[in-house]
């Protein structure tokens, strides 16, 4: 790993004949002015549509049966263990959204062990409760078996330590943003825009993975943070850039823009209009050091970046083109997207406060019309429709304590050398930091120092649209006088109160009050996860992980308050 990094670091400015003349063709976006009350109504409509689109309990619930449920058919033999990654752990799902597992075994057994669970599962088909359909065994690169739960649907791989290290990286990121998640929150709204109203989402069609579209996100974030109030900010200035982002001659890397012709060399481009990138370059090697997957034999040949039609540096392995899925015919096609959808977006926001709010509506029409009368893909039972004022309780909380602990015990089973500033101890089943003198610490983890800590987020206006700050209080609360009352902890106090056996299905009104008017929680318990004596036999949450990033010290000259993150449990 740390051979293919190196080779492909990004040298100093003042090193590198690329960066010199490369640096004035990037996107700087339009001067439009938007006032402070249109922009808050746009944003109070977003929330209202995100409200119908996000994960909410229920849904999360029916997801942590089905991958108990497959967890359980598997984990009958011993040395194996199921994870989730990717949107569902992460809490970015739509309610199409799949469902992503993979199975972590001892080395070289996986291929024996593909046979036994496809064989596993047809036989649930028409049998289990959990209506078992459509079991398919996919002999690609990746190996994959796919089937239908409850009308989800579910990709099983084996030994896939990549996403479990994309987990790891984007739940971190998520926590160190903060402001109500507005990561996720626009991850979401940015993939509802793109998979329901501009159906360029989705790399098994030759369009994007959610994952290249979760680092596009993040690059905005990373670029633009001083001036981004909400989803919709966030997701006008997604639109905005990538329509004119010059595709044909950069790629896009968290460093920024690169020119193609400097390849593979990773020379970004410098911040326009005196942006500073608000992750530094401490804090991204650290992650790479931490999250990134070992390159398996057959992927050591190619160690440059592989140049296709659109280019997107994966950051935790630069020589992962995370474009790549997009084939010549649909390049013109996502393109056009990102153009028109701007300038509707655009269009709609200079619109008077009054028509704002049902401009965006048509805006996410097709969003709307699948997600919004009471139904949802991913839940049997009535959810609340949109427009009556009340939305579905949601917690977009995730574990990172655990997801880490997922990851470093998916290295250990597979033999995999563990970061150089960890180390395990067999007898606790724990993970320590490691100090330069051989000394241990259970401080969290990754260690980072960010120069430009989302403290200064939202702080100066800039050039561009300008974009109000509202980041002082919670996202729900600024539009709907909610205060204190709508705290982190009265969320997290009404979602544990949910889980009890018996009362109806909770749901949050847009004034913060919550109602018991929707369906009934069928009386099932979540499945807590067993506990085992072997290290390669237990589930990494019960490994007593001291290792987290949910306190996050963020520095900017001298150390700031940390603020600590706590998340449910079960979730």
């Not at 109504?41 to 119908?52: N, V």
């Not at 047809?122 to 079991?135: L, P, R």
């Not at 540096?313 to 015919?329: I, Q, Y």
């Not at 880490?404 to 597979?414: A, D, H, S, T, V």
Request: glycine letters at 8%.
């Amino acid at each position: 790993m740390g051979g293919i990094q190196e080779r492909l670091s990004v040298p100093s400015s003042s090193s590198s004949p690329c960066s010199l003349s490369k640096t004035t063709t990037q996107p700087k976006g339009d001067s439009l002015l938007i006032d402070d009350l249109s922009w808050m109504i746009a944003e109070e409509r977003a929330h209202e549509i995100l409200s119908i689109i996000q994960p909410i309990f229920v849904s999360d619930r029916n997801r942590i049966e089905i991958i108990d449920y497959v967890r359980a058919l598997i984990k009958s033999h011993d040395g194996i263990e199921v994870f989730s990654f990717g949107s569902v752990p992460l809490k970015t799902y739509l309610p199409d959204g799949d469902i992503d597992m993979t199975v972590i075994t001892k080395q070289n057994v996986e291929d024996k062990f593909f046979e036994k669970l496809y064989n596993t599962l047809k036989s649930e088909e028409g049998k289990s409760e959990f209506h078992v359909t459509d079991v398919k065994f996919i002999p690609a690169q990746v190996k994959v078996i796919k089937c239908n739960i409850r009308n989800i649907s579910v990709d099983i791989s084996f030994n896939q330590m990549a996403g479990l290290c994309a987990l790891c990286f984007l739940e971190q990121v998520d926590q160190l943003f903060g402001k109500d998640h507005i990561f996720k929150r626009s991850i979401i709204l940015i993939k509802a825009w793109c998979y329901y109203e501009s159906r360029i989402l989705g790399a098994n069609t030759g369009l994007f993975s959610t994952y290249a579209l979760s680092v596009l996100v993040l690059f905005i974030i990373n670029l633009f943070h001083s001036s981004l109030s909400g989803p919709l900010s966030v997701l006008y200035k997604f639109l905005d850039y990538y329509g004119s982002f010059d595709w044909s001659n950069y790629c896009i890397s968290l460093r920024g823009p690169v020119p193609i012709s400097c390849l593979p060399e990773l020379v970004a481009a410098s911040p326009e209009n005196g942006h500073e990138l608000l992750l530094d370059e401490k804090f991204l090697r650290d992650c790479v050091e931490l999250y990134s997957a070992p390159a398996k034999s057959v992927e050591t040949n190619g160690l440059e970046f592989p140049i296709k039609h659109l280019n997107i540096v994966d950051p935790l392995k630069h020589s992962n083109n995370l474009g790549k899925s997009v084939t010549v015919g649909n390049v013109q096609r996502v393109k056009h997207a990102f153009q028109l959808g701007a300038r509707k977006l655009r269009e709609i926001l200079l619109l008077p406060g009054e028509t704002i709010g049902w401009r965006l509506e048509k805006f996410y029409g097709n969003s709307l019309d699948r997600n919004g009368k009471g139904q949802r893909q991913d839940v049997n039972d009535p959810v609340t429709a949109f427009g009556t004022g009340r939305s579905e309780l949601s917690e977009l909380s995730g574990d990172f304590q655990a997801y880490f602990g997922r990851l470093m015990y998916g290295k250990m089973c597979q033999g995999y050398n563990l970061p150089g500033t960890i180390q395990h101890s067999y007898q606790t089943n724990e993970f320590y930091l490691r100090g330069p003198n051989g000394s241990t610490s259970t401080q969290p983890l990754p260690l980072h120092s960010l120069t430009n800590g989302s403290q200064n987020m939202g702080k100066r206006r800039g050039t561009g649209t300008y974009i109000p700050d509202m980041s002082q209080q919670l996202y729900h609360a600024r539009f709907k006088g909610l205060g204190a009352r709508n705290s982190s902890s009265h969320q997290r106090e009404a979602y544990t109160e949910a889980f009890d056996v018996g009362k109806p299905n909770s749901c949050r009104n847009l004034s913060g009050k919550v109602s018991t008017s929707c369906a009934t929680i069928k009386e099932e318990e979540c499945v807590e996860s067993e506990t085992c004596n072997e290290i390669c036999q237990s589930p990494p949450e019960n490994l007593g992980v001291s290792i987290s990033s949910s306190t996050l010290v963020m520095e900017n000259g001298k150390e700031e308050e940390s603020k600590t993150s706590q998340t449910l449990k079960g979730s």
